[in-house]
């Protein structure tokens, strides 16, 4: 009997032969398996593509009369299996990631940490927000930190610093003021482990601005915080950071430039906010939040001030609710309107958007 797979992430249909077979899309399956933060396509895990090569050389050899490959989960590992249709005897099986379960199960329950590092500041303050809605946690701030016992994202959420270079490069240079090293102390002095191997994203805009060139001037802020790291003995550490200005989505859910949807908290990059054209239209995608913001304030706040059921006799009760009730109305039109005009700035060409448009630094180590 064939051995069974618990989880198959690969080959489920079994149509793919040896002429169909691409060891890139099984890696792609397998890092799609994975979950971490209700987000699916988890990178960083070391595939035993080679092993798996071998195995299909050998299988290919053996002139099998109808061949399928799968990929799946057997017992802990997950692992490559290689059947013919046409004989049930056959099976050839490597390993491509040893004790897969476990790994699994522990993204699954990793925690995360979100840092204000700019308190008090609007745009801030709501973008930590959303991000605290995302990752489920509480947000702290520069004082109240502690990532002693976090296990996976420390977001540290600010205004990027930018600096135009003499070569025409534009090239962070800060976070909330502080240096890449200021940064990487913040870390260790609020309990980062030296076993720590989660990602630091670094969400302020330009953190991932600058390079690739030969001058050390040119390297990303994201890069000197790299470094910094592995020389305080952060191995397996990465770093994620964002290649011009950024934005947090703040509503329920977004759909980018070129169609990519969007959670709440869910992070990307304006393509050319710094045009005279992006910047105007991110003035009036500021103030049309703001408005949106407003409305649904308004809207909870009335709503909570009367009474669900109309009243059934007619008098003043019945004439004060008939008013709330239109106002209400009105402010849903009003906010409703506005949300599509936020969508039309959004695709226009001025303010592109692109959705998860980041840099990572480091390869990660899972």
Known sequence: MPTKLDRIVFGESKSINFEKFNIGAVVKAVAFDLEEF?????????????????????CEAAKLKDPYI????????????????K????????????????????????????????????????????????????VK???????????????????????????????????????????????????????????????GCFTASGGPAASEKDATFAEKVLKALRKEGFAKTTVEAWPGPMYTNKQASYTDSVGTSQKRGDEGVWANQQDKAGADVQKQVNQLNAE??????????LAASYPDDRPADAGPAQDD????????????ARWEEAIKDLGKLNKSDAMKTFANYKGTFGLRKI
């Open 292 to 301: 949106v913001d407003k409305l649904s304030k308004d809207f909870k706040k």
């Open 38 to 58: 209700d987000t699916k396509g988890v990178q960083g895990l070391a595939v035993k593509a080679d092993d798996a090569k071998r195995t299909l050389t050998y």
């Open 87 to 138: 004989n049930d005897k056959f099976e050839e099986m490597a390993v491509l990631v040893k004790n897969y379960k476990a790994i699994r199960e522990k993204l699954s329950k990793n925690n995360a940490a979100v840092v204000n590092l700019d308190p008090g500041d609007k745009i801030i303050d709501a973008a930590t927000a959303a991000l605290k809605d995302r990752y489920k946690t509480a």
């Open 321 to 332: 609710w008939d008013k709330k009730n239109d106002a209400l109305t009105k402010i849903k």
């Open 141 to 203: 701030d520069e004082t109240t930190a502690d990532f002693s016992k976090i296990t996976g994202n420390i977001v540290l959420s600010a205004h990027g610093t930018p600096k135009n270079l003499a070569s025409g490069r534009v090239i962070g240079t800060e976070l909330a003021g502080k240096s890449p090293e200021q940064i990487v102390k913040l870390l260790v002095d609020k309990g980062m482990r030296a076993d720590y191997d989660g990602r630091i994203d670094l969400s």
């Open 70 to 85: 799968q990929a799946g989960v057997v017992k802990n590992d997950m692992v490559l299996v290689v059947r013919d249709k």
